[in-house]
């Protein structure tokens, strides 16, 4: 056991995350097998949902979440599963009316900014 303050900390903190990946990955495997055993669209999408959040916590690369879901979707093609359309939530527009926008307004000059300053002689 380390005796080092910071050193204990991070032992702790490994620890700690440790346990919070293998939960994700036990996710992404109960997941796969559920789909496995009854491929349907709510399956594939919970499998495919597990391993977005794994590569959005950089559990996963990228490229191997991508192969990992080629793969369920191409089992799924291969029993008949159809695919159910993502639909992604448009952005939230501003909630003011066109009739409540304010015009730019033009600035005044003042009397100090009109006035020139004297060029200084040579």
Do not use: C, W, Y
């Not at 939960?23 to 977005?52: G, M, V, W």
């Not at 916590?57 to 008949?80: F, M, P, S, W, Y």
């Not at 527009?93 to 033009?106: L, S, V």
Request: without cysteine.
């Amino acid at each position: 056991m380390p005796i080092i303050k910071s050193a204990i900390k991070r032992v702790r903190q490994a620890n700690i995350r440790r346990e919070r990946n293998i939960a994700t990955k036990r996710a992404i495997k109960e997941a796969t097998k559920k789909f496995n055993q009854s491929p349907s669209s709510e399956t594939l999408a919970k499998a495919h949902s597990e391993l977005d959040k794994a590569l959005k916590k950089n559990l996963l690369k990228k490229n191997t979440v991508a192969r990992r879901k080629a793969n369920l979707a191409k089992a799924a093609k291969e029993a008949g599963v159809k695919l159910a359309p993502t639909t992604k939530k448009a952005p939230a527009k501003a909630a003011t009316p066109k009739t409540a926008k304010k015009k730019p307004t033009a600035k005044k000059t003042t009397a100090k900014t009109a006035t020139k300053k004297p060029a200084a002689k040579k």
